[in-house]
């Protein structure tokens, strides 16, 4: 057995959380997830100010820290906090080792950063040109080849965030690149992992009643996984942390970003459809059962463009006469600007006043103005002038929640493919050893895995009388982005009732495209996908397009999605009343 822990699921997440893995228990290998579409841009910015920099550099400051501890217990670091600069990383760790005295082996893993090649080989986009980042997304076996040599600490820039799990495990275990159905497994184990106490009760829509609060005060501990030679695995976490890993929080990270039933990745695609997940006593979830095929012949990649300058204004509309309020002030900026409009004008408005209001607030409508704009100069003075010119020549009331601020450059996010030949993994050891990673060649997959063993589905009862109920009555949700889609998992909350299996059965029936527009009415128009997921109890959705072109060009006030889920789950529908 092997177990890996994880103490990062962002880059910013709790500082402390590598020493309160290392210490809170046995573990073999602690990985580390800093790396997020959105982050990559981020770190653009650094690389663009210091060449030097690229890297997470809050993983530093924890390995100063942790070095001696990690070193002391046996735990192997993997991370990939390198992000665009894993180089600068691995140098600037073994400067940390050598001040604390400490003999630490640093490896790192490299070969995804395509930038110096993107007009090769096709990355350039015809209207914004030449990306700010583009990274591959490697897998698993840079790592294992790493930490075969002896690596204390391996640190890679753009893998997939499963790979960190799944590195360990292959090198632990000896699988090879054909080992698909051990891939498959430490594939799902490292996705629940990935996002840290995402699969302990963070962002998790049963908190209450499931995860012993109020009463619970403790921070959620990180998780863990105990991950066998087969590829099974229990997810848990240290004993007297916070929060719960259950069927339900592990299914919440399972359902998470995940698109459809076929997961690919660079090591191996993923069948999610044949995932099992059982309780294995307290704060232990079984998941076994996980099938895996080849993977896909290209590898993805991450494409950020500098997109524009972005900028809002945010009014006040209070009491009486709310709309045509708003509609006075839309009318006066539009005529302020004349010609000189930003390119991309978006309009929110939140709902309307209370009538006969207790509390100035409750008596206030919020609109917001965000506008995009190649010029700094019309997102920027060109929103904001007009706006405060207005403050004594509007509508009555008018009030701004905040001083005007200049605009501010955004990204585009784009994925794009490469085939596998395009890119060099290469394991860069701590003696300087450049050592590309040869891959296994690619067999075609043996069988499909579409009629593999799945939940009974009893047909939903059909009792004459229903109740209109919000969804989330004994639904879950959990969602998130990939660039510009939204994810959406939706599925039964597992606690014992009879009706479960008919439960599933009935919101298997009710979610298709139609409902979902109907649930989420912005995704009227785009293109959504449904696929059911009977092992797990429910679906995912995908809705492509809803956030635009990634987080930070999106204007929707949740441009990452992840209040998405909680959206729906407050919707009403009709529920069998036999089934509440």
């Not at 704060?283 to 500098?306: H, I, M, T, W, Y």
């Amino acid at each position: 057995m092997l177990r890996v822990g994880n103490c990062s699921g962002f880059y910013g997440d709790r500082l402390s959380a590598m020493r309160e893995m290392l210490a809170g228990g046995d573990l073999d290998v602690l990985t580390g997830d800093y790396l997020a579409e959105l982050t990559m841009l981020i770190l653009g910015k650094d690389r663009m100010k210091d060449a030097s920099l690229g890297y997470a550099r809050t993983f530093v400051r924890q390995a100063e820290d942790c070095l001696g501890l990690a070193l002391e217990r046996g735990v192997r670091i993997v991370a990939n906090a390198g992000g665009l600069n894993p180089a600068g990383l691995a140098e600037r760790l073994r400067e940390v080792a050598g001040g604390l005295g400490l003999g630490v082996t640093v490896a790192h893993v490299e070969g995804d950063d395509l930038l110096d090649r993107a007009e090769e080989l096709g990355l350039a986009d015809p209207v914004l040109g030449k990306p700010l980042t583009a990274n591959a997304y490697l897998g698993a076996f840079g790592i294992a080849a790493a930490l075969d040599a002896g690596a204390d600490v391996v640190v890679t820039g753009r893998v997939t965030d499963a790979s960190l799990v799944v590195g360990a495990a292959a090198s632990h275990f000896g699988w090879s690149g054909t080992s698909y159905d051990e891939l498959a497994g430490a594939t799902v184990a490292g996705h629940v992992l990935e996002c840290g106490t995402q699969a302990t009760g963070g962002n998790f829509s049963g908190f209450v009643g499931q995860l012993r609060l109020p009463d619970d005060r403790r921070p959620l501990g990180f998780p863990l996984a105990e991950i066998a030679a087969d590829g099974s695995s229990v997810i848990t976490k240290h004993d007297g942390t916070g929060g719960a890993v259950t069927v339900d929080t592990v299914t919440a990270q399972l359902m998470y970003e995940i698109q459809g039933p076929t997961y690919l990745g660079p090591d191996v695609t993923t069948h999610l459809d044949t995932v099992t997940l059982t309780d294995d006593g307290p704060d232990r979830v079984r998941v076994s059962g996980v099938r895996g095929d080849a993977p896909p012949e290209q590898l993805k990649v991450c494409l950020n463009f500098f997109g524009g300058y972005r900028n809002s204004v945010e009014f006040l509309l209070t009491g009486l006469e709310a709309d045509a309020k708003a509609a006075w002030l839309q009318d006066q900026l539009r005529a302020a600007w004349g010609d000189r409009a930003p390119a991309t004008v978006q309009w929110t408005q939140s709902p309307p006043p209370v009538a006969d209001a207790s509390a100035q607030e409750l008596a206030t409508t919020r609109l917001r103005c965000t506008v995009l704009d190649p010029s700094p100069d019309v997102a920027g003075k060109g929103l904001t002038a007009p706006a405060v010119e207005l403050a004594l020549a509007s509508y009555p009331g008018f009030t701004l929640t905040g001083v005007p601020t200049p605009a501010s450059p955004y990204g585009v996010y784009r994925p794009a493919y490469v085939q596998r030949s395009a890119v060099e993994h290469v394991v860069v050891h701590a003696d300087g050893r450049r050592v590309p990673v040869v891959e296994d060649p690619l067999v075609e997959p043996v069988e499909t895995i579409s009629a593999v063993v799945s939940r009974r589905r009893s047909a939903p009862p059909r009792p004459t009388a229903s109740a209109r109920v919000p969804l989330g009555t004994f639904v879950h949700a959990r969602s998130g982005d990939k660039g510009g889609d939204a994810n959406l998992g939706l599925w039964v909350r597992n606690d014992g009732s009879t009706s479960y299996d008919d439960r599933v059965a009935w919101l298997l029936e009710l979610v298709d495209v139609a409902t979902v527009t109907q649930l989420v009415p912005e995704a009227a128009g785009l293109d959504v996908e449904v696929h059911p997921l009977p092992h797990l109890g429910g679906v995912n959705v995908v809705l492509h397009g809803l956030l635009g072109e990634g987080v930070a060009a999106s204007t929707r006030i949740d441009p990452q999605a992840k209040a998405l889920g909680e959206w729906v789950r407050a919707r009403l529908v009709d529920v069998p009343e036999g089934l509440l």
